[in-house]
Nanobody
Framework: QVQLVESGGGLVQAGGSLRLSCAAS????????LGWFRQVPGKEREFVAA????????EYADFVKGRFTISRDNAKNTVYLQMNSLKSEDTAVYYC????????????WGQGTQVTVSS
């Protein structure tokens, strides 16, 4: 069974940085897509960033472009989300996701990690 476990969330001041990690139970290079999403209570989960297995394609939501970076370490089976210049509106529960297909809904999800940005 695939398991994704996020960590690295916490409380940070506006303008600060955090790095989220997502450890996968399987080999992450076996997934075609790796992504990060976030959700605020009362709102739908929204896309943040994604990368393709071959490392040739990256995608970011407009509201994080230039501030967040998705990356991976195959040897550690871990995906990262480096978040810089954090804003109060970045406060949310962040989820990592993986899928073996290039398109369609993500199949595997982590349990989420809380990020709180104080202004």
């Amino acid at each position: 069974q695939v398991q994704l476990v996020e960590s690295g969330g916490g409380l940070v001041q506006a303008g600060g940085s955090l790095r989220l990690s997502c450890a996968a139970s399987g080999r992450i290079f076996s997934y075609s897509r790796l992504g990060w999403f976030r959700q605020v209570p009362g709102k739908e989960r929204e896309f943040v960033a994604a990368m393709r297995r071959d490392g040739q394609y990256y995608e970011y939501a407009d509201f994080v472009k230039g501030r967040f970076t998705i990356s991976r370490d195959n040897a550690k089976n871990t995906v990262y989300l480096q978040m810089n210049s954090l804003k109060s509106e970045d406060t949310a529960v962040y989820y990592c996701a993986a899928d073996e297909d290039r398109t369609g809904p993500y199949e595997y999800w982590g349990q989420g990690t809380q990020v709180t940005v104080s202004s």
